[in-house]
């Protein structure tokens, strides 16, 4: 920090296993990227190479690097594992995490349809040599999980070898743990968060105002994903209460109630 301020919460230290920030990457070129580092890097834990951009990025081998130098998490996204399952090349996929250095891998089924037991599989083939984010939740707008589902899915995940479950939203934030007017679906995510770990669950969570609900439902901790690289630092303000949305989370009962804030 570039300065001191009483009634900060505390962060813990990197490499954490909680107040995880994953970074979206899109498509950034490799100056865009050291730029990132140079500025949020010391904020951020997990990159993803966004669904198949990596397919078609260039330099994608130097990024990688460049990413896992700087103490990053990285993997590519889901729906490229799902592009190699769904033309039964699993065995290709695990060559490319290996060409491409890759310690993480995703496995998700958002987009194909998958036996659970099958995908419980894959995981664990994975995790024997890969840290393993699994996700869950459909892609698809207007599919309904029903709680009990997500959660038996996200805790066999775990038991099958997931280090972390991430629970849907894609980069829209407008499905999966949300309605489609991107406001949080409240019931599933308590249900969720009575069974599962909480640590143990990143939520995407790409827009600002669902960024602050987790936070005041969470704590300054709670991990979330699918965040763009120019909303890494304004995150990480809302973690800390430096924004006006959190202003108020952090601060001692008297100096709210001189405010005028009672929350």
Known sequence: MNF?????????????????????????????AEDFLS?????????????????????????????????MKVYVGGTLFEAFIVRNMFDDYQKLLDKLKLDCAEV?????????????????????????L?????KEAGIIIHPAKWISM?????????????AEARESGNVGIY??????????????????????????????TQQVWFLKLLGSNVNLGNISYDDVIPLETLRLGLRGDT?????????????????
């Not at 505390?10 to 954490?16: I, M, Y």
């Not at 107040?19 to 498509?27: F, H, N, P, Q, S």
């Not at 966004?50 to 990413?67: D, E, M, R, V």
């Not at 996200?154 to 991430?166: C, F, H, R, T, Y």
């Open 4 to 32: 001191t301020l009483p009634f900060i919460p505390e962060r813990p230290a990197k490499p954490r296993n909680s107040g995880l920030t994953m970074m979206m990457d899109k498509g950034l070129s490799i100056r865009q």
């Open 39 to 71: 500025v949020s890097g010391h904020l951020t834990d997990i990159i993803k190479l966004g669904f198949g951009t990596s397919f078609i990025t260039p330099n994608l081998a130097q990024k990688i690097k460049l990413y896992k130098d700087a103490g």
């Open 108 to 132: 998700s089924d958002g987009s194909i349809i998958m036996a659970h037991d099958k995908k419980c599989e894959y995981i664990h083939k994975l995790a024997k040599n890969h840290t393993v």
């Open 134 to 138: 699994s996700e869950v939740g459909s």
């Open 154 to 166: 996200m805790n066999a995940e775990l038991q099958a070898g997931s280090w972390k479950v991430i």
């Open 179 to 208: 309605r489609a007017n991107g406001t949080a679906h409240t019931l599933l995510i308590n249900k969720i968060l009575a069974k599962v770990p909480k640590d143990s669950i990143l939520w995407e969570a790409p827009i600002k």
């Open 247 to 263: 202003f108020f989370s952090h601060l001692p009962t008297e100096l709210k109630q001189s405010n005028g804030e009672l929350k």
